[in-house]
């Protein structure tokens, strides 16, 4: 079944479904720039996005990408990672997208999946404010693109996950997985363990105890999964389990996390949520994390439930 079938089958609001086709088609033609050429990449040229990070031309032509493939859908405005602030698109719009264009950009080089990941809100005209300062909860959709191997979707409007390959033949997102659920318990874990010397007590004794295994506290053996790509480490969850952590540190840029909340956190969470998972700030779920402004960072920890509990409960 195909993803416009399949929405047609399951989901009754129009608009937002068109939303979600629209964004594939997008993502359609980033992937196939990426795989095609790579024209835009071989200039080198970088410069900074609105959050201070390095920005590559796949970043910019992955952001044009998006904006320009909701330009007929019933999207009122637009807020991404490689730009400042809102941008307006239709002022009687129903929808407010939150996009990552190409997460995990700087791994392009190393031929390692990335991706784009999205969120879709109602657009309040009456109060643009409120509209930019929804919490996670108010998600209507969430999902990410993985660049990989295959092309894939990951999925959700509130109803569960389902997962999609793209179908190069036919040019279009079939379904791979439907109703996913991350399995509770898990024997993996995922963190930059180079940056142990920044984290606090609660983040070195948890990973201590992984470490130890079988001879340790947990008595049971772990392995450590780290792609310094956030869509393929989430996708690898969905999967299998696991546990990702990339929490606030000493360094100074860090002190309040690393990870955005509107762009990556809080549509990954949705996702996670809907399959059974579990994703914390260290202290509350981030999809009650209120919002202050839409390139905040937070600490993210995520992934199979009863592990993320284990973490929380760890002194």
Not at 175 to 200: A, G, H
Not at 263 to 271: D, V
């Amino acid at each position: 079944m195909d993803l416009k079938t399949f929405l047609e089958k399951n989901y009754s609001i129009d608009s937002l479904n068109k939303v979600i086709l629209d964004l594939s088609n997008a993502a359609i033609k980033i992937s196939n720039s990426i795989r095609n050429n790579y024209t835009l990449e071989n200039k080198k040229e970088t410069s900074q996005n609105a959050d201070g990070d390095k920005q590559k031309p796949l970043d910019i032509f992955a952001d044009e990408c998006v904006f320009e493939s909701l330009n007929n859908s019933s999207v009122a405005a637009y807020c991404s990672e490689e730009q400042d602030g809102m941008t307006t698109i239709d002022k009687n719009g129903k929808y407010l997208i939150f996009c990552d264009p190409l997460d995990g950009s700087s791994n392009i080089g190393n031929n390692i999946s990335i991706g784009t990941i999205f969120s879709i809100l109602p657009f309040y005209n009456d109060s643009i404010e409120n509209s930019l300062k929804q919490n996670g909860n108010s998600q209507l959709c969430a999902g990410f693109f993985v660049y990989g191997p295959q092309t894939t979707l990951i999925l959700s409007l509130g109803k569960g996950v389902h997962s999609f390959y793209f179908d190069n033949k036919n040019s279009q997102f079939n379904i791979l997985n439907s109703n996913i659920i991350i399995p509770k318990s898990t024997s993996e874990f995922s963190i930059n363990s180079s940056y142990r010397r920044f984290w606090n007590d609660k983040v070195k004794n948890y990973i201590k105890n992984c470490e130890d295994g079988s001879d340790g506290i947990r008595e049971k053996n772990f392995n450590m999964r780290w792609v310094g790509s956030l869509v393929a480490d989430a996708s690898r969850i969905f999967e299998r389990g696991g546990i990702f952590l990339y929490p606030e540190d000493k360094r100074e840029k860090n002190k309040s996390g690393r990870l955005r909340l509107t762009y990556e956190a809080n549509p990954i969470s949705f996702l996670i949520s809907q399959a059974g998972g579990k994703a914390t700030n260290g202290s509350i779920d981030i999809l009650n994390v209120e919002v202050n402004e839409i390139h905040q960072r937070v600490p993210f920890i995520f992934g199979s439930k009863e592990e993320v509990e284990i973490f929380l409960n760890t002194n």
